[in-house]
Every structure is written in C-alpha cells, then in structure tokens.
C-alpha cells in the first residue's frame, strides 16, 4: 500500500534533495486517504469513551491478524477507544511517526476494507492534522509502543458526511480500527544499532551519539573522493531499503568544501520522508541495500548530485561534494 498522504507534497526543505517524480494516486483506503475537500474546518475534539466495542474472535495476541465481529447494537456518537493489550514502549504523541499493523472494518456489517497484516507490511505514518483520519490523530496519541489498540470511529472523524467509494465506506459508517502499534519516532529520534569502526582518514568522521541530536560531521582537509562514498557509521538490524523504497530518515548535509551545514532534519526539528524514486542518484545509490536502524555517511560527487545545477537559493555551489549523514528510521 503506498503512503499517499506523506507522498503528495515534498516535505520543508527537502528540496535541496529532490529530484523530479511524481507518485500515482492510491486506489486502497488506508487511514491517510482523507482527503481534504471533506473537512474544510477541523473536527472538534472528540470525547473519547471506552465503548462499545465489537469482540475479537481470534487473533489476539499482539501481531496477530484479529478477525472482529460486527458491531452490536448501534455505536457511540463519541470516539471509543480501548487499550486491549498495554505496551512499555515509548509513548506516541501527535506528529509523531507511527509503525503499526491494522485492520479496519465497517461497524455494522464487519466488511474488511484494509489490513496491513495480510500485505506483511506496516504502514509507518504521521499523526498529523490533514495528514490522517482524525480518529487516529485523537485515539492513539498518549498510547505506547507495544500496546494492541481498538477503536471504533464516527464519520466526523474518519471519512465524514462523503464516506470513501472506492473502499465501500458510506457517509454514515463507523469505522472499527484494530492496531498494533510496533514503534513510534519523531525528531529526537535516533539509529540503534552497533557502532562500525572506521579506519580511513581520507573520509568525513560522523559522530556516533543516538540522544536525537544531530551527529558531528567533521571533513578532512583534502580533496574530495571522485566516487560515491556510502558506509554503515552504525548498523541497524532492520530490513534493507530497496532502491525503489520510500523511507522514513534524519538527516545532515554538509559540504565538503567547508564542512559547513546545508540543510538538516535536526535544525527544523522535524523528520521527513521520501521515496529513494525521488531524490538524487547520490542519496539513491548510497541508501539502497542499507538496512533499517542504521546510521549512513554519504559522500555524493558533483556528478550524483547536483553537478552544475545546484538548487536556486542553497549554499550548495556548482560542482560541490556533499557530505551526509542519514539516519534510516524506517522503510515506508
């Protein structure tokens, strides 16, 4: 399932990164795909209660596929939600990026109109305002990580008054969500993994502090190598990026000329997302292959960055090295 809401629009400052693409539309209904025509004005709160809810009758445990029953009797008019199995992670709050396992059905017929489970792939997904079905945004914020959440959503805040055709949502339909909640990040995020030793001194030093604040950068004083740099500073365990992935990162830019800093996640203290389709060859190639988790310095020779095209408004000069450290928090 594509990421349709964090894909439309490139992120603040990512311009210095991108190249051109363009991402086709998403024919499933994930939580993301409200669109915006439905609300012009923000929901209220919802009052949040602790049901009614429908029963699970199988699928239990935390990251099982959970088959629910209809909903019985009519439901609230109010958001519930219910913390079926309580977690110790980190606790998620909103504008937080989430990694969660789904399934979403109707209240009054039980029609599954999404699951993450049978795609083996959780969605990983912003609980921002204009960016995910309210419902989401009010009932997992305050939740932790490791905790199997239900939740039974009223059109004012899933897919309003229009409903979702193509996913055989009506107007009036209440929406049962059951998720599971595998990790949360935001911008005091950080790589876990194992530090990897390096011993070429012709090469960028990265710090390798995992606190959420970005890592030192410091350039040697000789000349650039003429090929594409791409090494683990710390390695992760998680899956490896595809060079067609879309993932969730922090990042540093720096130039090699002067080591002075360009564009980064930490200064705007806000994480950001994209699909390796559409970003410079440099980021691509250095990424792909890169497992999750990890830490990645990146020296990107002018002929796999910007050559002599450099983005209108940047520090970034014609024929620049770049130097970057990326932290790849999660494949999308």
Known sequence: MRRRSLLLAVPAGLATLSACGSDSSDKEADP???PSAQSPTPAPSPKIVDGPLPKITSGTEFGQKPTVAKGNGAPSKDLAVRTL???????VAENDFIQAQYLGQTWDDAKVFDNSYDRKTPIVIQLAQGGIIDGWRYGLSGKKAGSRVMMAVPPTWGYGEQGNEQAGIKGDDTLVFVV??????????????RTVASSDAALPKVGTNTDGKAPSVEVPKSDPPKKLVSEYVIEGDGPEVAKDSTVLVQYKGVLWADGKEFDSTY????????????VVPGWAQGLAGKKVGSRVLIVIPPDLGYGDNPPQGSTIKKDSTLVFTVDLLAKM
């Open 180 to 193: 599971d909640i595998e990790n949360t990040f935001n911008s005091r995020s950080s790589a876990k993994g």
């Open 85 to 91: 199995i309580a977690g110790n992670g980190r606790t």
């Open 267 to 278: 200064s705007r203290g806000q994480l950001t997302s994209f699909s390796l389709q559409q």
């Open 32 to 34: 993301s795909g409200k």
